[in-house]
Structures are given as C-alpha cells and as structure tokens.
C-alpha cells in the first residue's frame, strides 16, 4: 500500500543542484560533471526510477558518478533510500531479503525491479535508512528524515566553512554516514566531488589529489594510521584547507600530533563526534583549541544541544544530544516504515563531562565496562593508555577476563626479530595492565596479531578481538618502576607550589610562563630524554607517562633554540653595557622574543569562546597577570634602587619613563615591555578581535603590525636618535613582529614574514648594521631552527641565565659603578649574570605567589595561564 499524503521536499543539497550553475559538481574517472549538468543527469534518472508511488530502494552505494546520480535522484523522486555496500554481495542479499526492497540499483546505476516486492507503507518524512554502527547486515535500521539530512549538511558547512571552490575527496565509503554526510555538505555549498575508491596508501590516490587540487581530506582513526606509513606529513599538498576526522576516538597525542602538523602545513584539522542517529554529527573540536584539548568533543553543532544526564560527583554522565538532525527512530521490521517521530532526543550511549571550558569530553561507553575479579574496568580507557604507550592495540573482554590484541609493527627482519618483537610487545602490554589493574594473570591474555580486526568503516571489531585468544591463563609480567614517573610530578610541583596538580592539565594549563619554561623545560629533559615536541601543551599524566630510567647522558644536548637566544641576548646587552664588547641590538632582540613567547603561551589556550559564559574576559586577565609578573618586581626593584642612588627616580617605578624623561635609556625595555603588555590586553578586551585571532591566527598580528608601523610616523621627544630606537610607539613593531613569528606556519607565511623582517629590520636600525644584523639572525634562528645542538655542560648556564634573563636585566646596572674601582669588565659580566640568576630565584617565587594568588583556581583543571613574556 502506498501513502496518500504527498511526500515532503526532497533535500536542498539535491533541489539545489541547478543554482550552483556552471561550477564543477562531480569529478570521477574520466568525466567531470558541472552542477548544471549534474542536475541534467539527476533527472533523467529520475524518469527512469519512475514518480509517482514513493518506493523502497536498495541502492549498492560506491564512490562513482552513476551510483551517485541514482542516489540522488531517488532522493528526488521523493523515494526512501536504502544504502548497501556494492562490494559486499552478502550485505545486499540480506537486506532484500529482510526489507523486500522494491526497487534495486546496482553501483552502476543498472536498475532492478523485485518481482516478488511489494509496496510500502512510508511515512512522509523518511527518506534515507541506515545500518547502525554495529553491521550493515543487522535488521536494525536507522530512520532519517530529509529535513534531518539537510539540517546536518547545513551545520557541517557552517563549522567547517565550506566554500563553493571547495574541492572534497570521497575518502570513505558512500554508505557509511561520515563518507554520506562529505557528500551532502559538499553540495549543498555547491563544492566539488573528487570521486574515488583508491586507498590512501595507493599513488594513484595522492595523483588525483594533487591534479584535482583537492581543498579536504576526512578519515577514521584507521585512515589516519595509514596517512603516518604514507608520509602525508610530508606531503607538499598546498590547495589542502582543512582534514577532518570522525569515525572513532583519536587517542590525545595524535590529535596534538595532527594538529601540529595541520599548522605547519597550513590546513585545519577538525576532530568530529557523531553517531549514525544523529544523522553523521552531534559536535566539533573547533582546531584552536586540538592542540590543548585534545581529549574532547568539543562543542555542539550549529543548531545542536549537548547535555551531561545525571552526571556523579565528578560530573560524568550520559551524553544526550538534542537537534533537528535526531533520527526519528529505528526500523527492525519493513511495518516500521510507516512510523514517524518516535524520538526527540539522543541518548548517546557514551559517558561524559562538561569540562570547565565549557567543552565536551568523552570519558567511555557504558557498554564498555566490564568487572572481572570485581573491578570495574573502562574498556575504552584502556585502549586509550596503550595507545598513549605507542601500541597499536584492541581492548576488549567481559567479566571473567580481558583479552588484548596489539598490532605487530611492519619492520621485522627475519623470524628471529619476529619473534623477539612479538615477545617485547606482549610483555609491554602485559606489564601495562598489570600495574594499572592489579589483575592476576589468567585474567588478561594478549596476542600479537599482523592486522586489527576491523568493520567494513574501518571502527575496530572488538567481537572478533575476543575471538583471537583461547581460554586459558596468561603469563604473568612485571609493574615497572615509578621512580622516573614521580620525578616529573615533582618538578612540576617545584614549579607550582601550593597548586592543586591535575594529571589532565598541561604546563600552559597550570600557569606555566616563558621564564618558568626554561628551567622546567630543562628539569624535564633529564627526565625523558629528548623532550617531546609541544610538551608544554602536554597533559601532565601523559607526560609524565613518558618517563624512562636515568641513563648516562650524551656529551651533547638539544636545547630549544628561544632558550639559546635568550641567554645569548641578555649576555649580549650586560657585555655592551659593561664596555666588554660594543654590539648592540641584544635588548631589541628580547622584546622581539617577548612577543614570539606571547603568541606561543598565551594565545594557545582554548578557553577564551565567547559563547561560553564567564570565560570570555579570560585572555585580557591572563595578558594583565603577565605584565604584572614583570612590573612587580621591577618597580621594586627601581624604588629600592632610587632610595641608594640619584641616577634612578621614584616616578621611574611607575615604568613611564619614556613619559616622565625619554631622553634617559635607563630600564626602557621593561618600561616598553609591560605597555606593550597593556596595550595587547586592551586590544583583546574586543570579543570581534579574539574571534578574528582565532581564525585567522597569522592575519591578526600582521593587521597589528602594519598598525604599529604607523606609530613611527607619530614624532619622538626631540627627534633624537635614542628616543628614535627606545620609546614605547617606536619599538612596539618588534614585539609585533616576534608574534608574527610565531604565527608563521605555511611556507607564503613564512615568505612574507622573513620579507617584512628584511626590510623593516634594517630601515629601523639605520647605519646601526651590526645591531641589525644581531636582530635579524635572532629571528631567522627563531623561525627556522627548533633545536639547537650544545655541549651538554653548557645545557646548567644557558637555562639558568635564560630563564633569569629579567632579574639580570634588572640588578646589572646596579654593579656598572664597579668599572669606575678597576673592575675587569669580563668579571664584571660574569658577576652580573650571577647576582641577576641569585636575585631572581631568591625573589621570583614570593612575587609569583602574591601576583597569582588570585588567579589560581583549585580543582580538577587548574587557572589560566600567566606569562612573563620577557
């Protein structure tokens, strides 16, 4: 029987298709197809699917032009579309014989009509069935609405901003809900379609990439794990804008791991939640924030609402979501066609948190815990802490034992090295669960296996994982040491005394700032070794989980480059100041590097959305705290100087100088530093302007900088040349020009920054070349050399006279009088640095703590963070 009531619209993203014109819709093998003739195609196959009675049709979906064609033009006949895999004939064969399908397309578009069908009973609002998650061949069916499809494809062209020059590749199937929803998005912002069925690990599959010039890429935890073995991140792919991920969790240290790389490279990477019953998307990781939040959701969609259901003491509850993508209901048998809404909201399944920041985390499936021997085991946590170990590796089990399969690495050389690779990785995995979970050892079994078992959409088949190992017992392995793993909780409690230490909060998370970063930075290399890059966005827990046994250490270490420039420098000013040398320039290249350090600690963090209530006014508070770590102790400083000479006034621990007599040099770097500081706070006070940093992270300093140039033009006190390279207005370009830096990730960045450096750098210094050239390759250092190799003796000075680089500043011009009594000046540079390193340590601590004491907030994610960015 058929319906009487005329059937709804058919979907935007297929009505639509005419408006978009002359632009490239589809490009498959061998054609290319505009929107208008797309449209063309669309409805001849519309005619041959036949109008009238809506039907039920099976559609063998694959990543080619006809099978797209016949999909949308079922769609535009108003018919309920069923998706099947086309290269799974077991699939299609159970689904017309479990729903009867009236109507079945072949992946070429080839039409068949079931002679033994019949017609259905279909509700005039459904329009696509989907399998759920579990199988494609499971009777249970997911019940989507047109409306639903176009709601979803309209909030996922919003988020990701897709534009008609857009050009997506079909990286995932077209019956799997993530692959469909690429489609629909795509052309409803009337982008194009790279069709294909080639894997990301074929060449043939990059060929089309670069000669279609494709704008994104979408994987599955699995697809990503193919990128790394295909040398993606090397890959010069300059038309790429955004890649996005979605399908499964993607373990926190390789979204930190593709978000880096996504900056470097220049696109976005998007990390994605989503369900088949929400249509494909429920939230979004906005990218700012993947670097520092790497363990969440994100927010909801455009349109969407997520809730935590009746969260504990921690917070952690059900998610359930609620937006016009929710499905209308399952289908288990063909009457339930007929069903309309039966659902108003999604009840996830997954338990989770709404984190402080106001976005949401994912903290385990309640499907996913088991209690063997009455402990209670979260599944998904366990795969996630091997993960974070570097095992590739499947977690399942039930309450009588837990069963681990972990993925043997590719490089093995001969049996022997198999076997022994084999042996290493069981134990590790064993010596994992046995520290963490106090289980005996017949309650764990692991086995080694060459490949994970996976669905069809690439999610892991934990079922089948539960198949690979035999009952039985399990040898029993070793806890490993903690030694090296207290030693990095202690320094960070060094670090940050009276602080509430959270292993999910990171060192930027806890208030940590550039002058701190030094000294940690090299306390935790002994620790770990190499430290790894973007540490200081690292959870402690998972930093702290890297730890490896004290072995005798290289006669060579890597020091970060910002820490090596920012010793040379401040040596470089007291060396000039105490007439051992005459090169200039060293004070101008720490006001640059105050601005690299500012853009990296305090324009990182993602808890400045303005959406969510009382974090809006973060930032500026964060920009204030800085400015007040370095005002605080060098106002003391100046009074307790001005009451023991004339040479220093009072007014001067306002740090107006350049106001109350620009003539004088005297401490103009802080007096610049700290206005510099306020200025950049009130700038950030603008919600408009945080929102434009966030998405244009190198725009809004090169806006800025071309701002400040204009500030050269406004005249100094005299005209004289020293006010000319000292005052506020005047050097505030360089600070800018230092975030630049910073921001400067794709090579056209790059370019244009090392252009703006070449010829503001020189112009500004004048005949001064040597202080030019000082700056100049203190920049290009910064920009270009992460790391750089030092004798390891030299590892304790470099860090100590860096990280205390503004108490030397401050205290050194109180010892120039010494050159007067006969005071060599190579003694008086080396007493200079050591009272400057005594004098901060000895009163940094008590400034810190009167400065952030009301800034830090005790509880499970710790207070934002304070720079000193000199």
């Not at 039409?111 to 019949?118: A, D, K, L, V």
């Not at 804008?241 to 998007?270: C, K, M, N, S």
């Not at 976005?359 to 385990?364: A, H, K, M, P, R």
């Not at 510099?676 to 940093?693: D, N, S």
Request: hydrophobic content about 45%.
């Amino acid at each position: 029987m058929t319906t009487a009531a005329p059937p709804r619209p058919a979907p935007a993203f297929v009505t639509g298709l005419r408006h978009h014109g002359a632009r490239t819709a589809l490009i498959g093998d061998g054609e290319r197809l505009t929107y208008a003739e797309l449209a063309d195609r669309v409805d001849d196959a519309a005619v041959a699917l036949g109008g009238g009675d809506r039907r039920l049709v099976l559609l063998a979906a694959s990543s080619t032009v006809p099978s797209l064609i016949a999909y949308l033009a079922a769609l535009r006949c108003g018919h309920v579309v069923l998706l099947a895999p086309a290269g799974d004939p077991g699939t299609i064969d159970a689904l017309r014989g479990a729903w009867h399908p009236d109507i079945v397309v072949g992946p070429d578009g080839d039409i068949t009509t079931n002679p033994g069908g019949r017609r259905h009973e279909l509700h005039d609002d459904l329009a696509l069935l989907l399998a759920t998650s579990g199988s494609t061949g499971s009777p249970r069916l997911v019940r989507l609405a047109g409306a639903s499809l176009d709601a979803n494809a309209a909030a996922i062209a919003d988020y990701l901003d897709i534009r008609p020059t857009d050009r997506a590749v079909t990286t995932l199937p077209l019956h799997y809900c993530y692959g469909l929803s690429v489609v629909h998005s795509n052309l409803l912002a009337g982008a194009a379609l790279v069709l294909t069925d080639a894997s990301v690990t074929e060449p043939a599959f990059w060929d089309r990439v670069r000669a279609h010039r494709a704008t994104s890429l979408h994987g599955v935890p699995h697809s990503f794990a193919l990128l790394e073995r295909t040398g993606f991140a090397e890959m010069d792919l300059p038309h790429l804008r955004y890649v996005t991920q979605a399908g499964g969790r993607l373990v926190p240290d390789r979204v930190r791991h593709w978000a880096r790389i996504g900056q470097e490279r220049g696109w976005r990477f998007v990390v994605m939640y989503g369900q088949t019953e929400a249509t494909a998307r429920m939230a979004y990781l906005p990218p700012e924030v993947a670097a520092t939040a790497p363990d969440a959701i994100g927010v909801a969609i455009p349109g969407g609402e997520l809730r935590i259901d009746d969260p504990d003491d921690d917070g952690v509850g059900e998610i359930v979501y609620r937006g016009p993508n929710v499905m209308l209901g399952y289908a288990h048998t063909p009457a339930d066609l007929a069903l309309g809404r039966t659902v108003t909201e999604l009840r996830t399944g997954d338990l989770g948190r709404r984190r402080p920041d106001g976005l949401f985390q994912v903290t385990g499936r309640r499907s996913r815990f088991v209690k063997p021997f009455g402990v209670r085991v979260d599944l998904d946590a366990l795969e996630t802490l091997v993960a974070g170990k570097g095992l590739t590796a499947a977690v399942t089990g039930d309450d009588t034992r837990l069963v681990i399969a972990v993925e043997r690495p590719r490089a093995a050389d001969g049996p022997l090295a198999e076997a022994t690779a084999e042996h290493d990785l069981a134990a590790r995995a064993r010596e994992l669960l046995a520290a963490r979970l106090h289980l005996p050892a017949g309650a764990v079994a692991v086995v080694v296996v060459d490949d994970l078992p996976r669905r069809p959409n690439g999610k892991l088949d934990h079922p089948a994982v539960a198949t690979l190992a035999p009952t039985g017992t399990a040898p029993t392995g070793t806890a490993p040491t903690h030694t090296s793993h207290n030693r990095v909780h202690e320094i960070f409690a060094r670090t940050f005394p009276g602080q509430e230490l959270d292993d999910r909060a990171s060192f930027v998370d806890l208030g940590g700032d550039s002058l701190t970063y030094v000294g940690v930075s090299a306390d935790l290399e002994r620790a770990l070794g190499e430290l790894p890059q973007g540490w200081d966005t690292i959870p402690l827990g998972d930093l702290a989980s890297r730890a490896t046994p004290t072995r005798a250490p290289s006669r060579w270490s890597r020091l970060e480059s910002v820490i090596v420039l920012r010793a040379l420098a401040i040596v470089l000013v007291v060396g000039e100041h105490d007439h051992l040398w005459s090169l200039l320039g060293g004070a101008h290249l720490l006001l640059a590097i105050a601005g690299w350090t500012f853009s990296r600690f305090l324009l990182t963090r993602g808890d400045d959305q303005d959406a969510t209530p009382g974090v809006s006014a973060r930032l500026p508070r964060r920009i204030l705290r800085s400015a007040a770590l370095i005002a605080v102790p060098s106002s003391l400083w100046i009074l307790l100087r001005a009451t023991m000479t004339g040479s220093v006034h009072y007014a001067d621990a306002l740090l107006l100088g350049s106001v109350f007599h620009p003539l004088v040099q005297g401490y103009w770097f802080v007096d610049s530093l700290v206005q510099i500081l306020v200025a950049m706070a009130l700038l950030f006070t603008v919600p408009a302007v945080r929102r434009f940093e966030r998405r244009h992270r190198f725009g809004l300093p090169a806006i800025v900088l071309a701002a400040s140039l204009t500030l050269r033009l406004v005249p100094s006190y005299d005209r004289i040349v020293t006010s000319d390279l000292y005052s506020t207005h005047l050097v505030i370009w360089l600070f800018v020009l230092g975030w630049m830096l910073h921001r400067a990730v794709t090579p056209l960045q790059r370019t244009v920054t090392v252009a703006a450096a070449l010829v503001l750098v020189p112009s500004f210094f004048g005949t001064g070349y040597e202080r030019a050239a000082i700056v100049l390759v203190g920049l290009g250092v910064l920009l270009f050399v992460e790391r750089i190799r030092v004798p390891r003796v030299l590892v304790a000075p470099l860090t100590a006279i860096a990280g205390a680089s503004l108490g030397i500043y401050l205290t050194h011009f109180a010892l120039l009088t010494l050159l007067d009594v006969g005071v060599p000046p190579v003694v008086l540079v080396a007493l200079g640095l050591v009272v400057g390193i005594a004098a901060w340590r000895l009163g940094n601590a008590a400034v810190r703590r009167v400065v952030l004491r009301h800034g830090v907030r005790r509880g499970p994610v710790p207070a934002p963070v304070s720079t000193a960015p000199c």
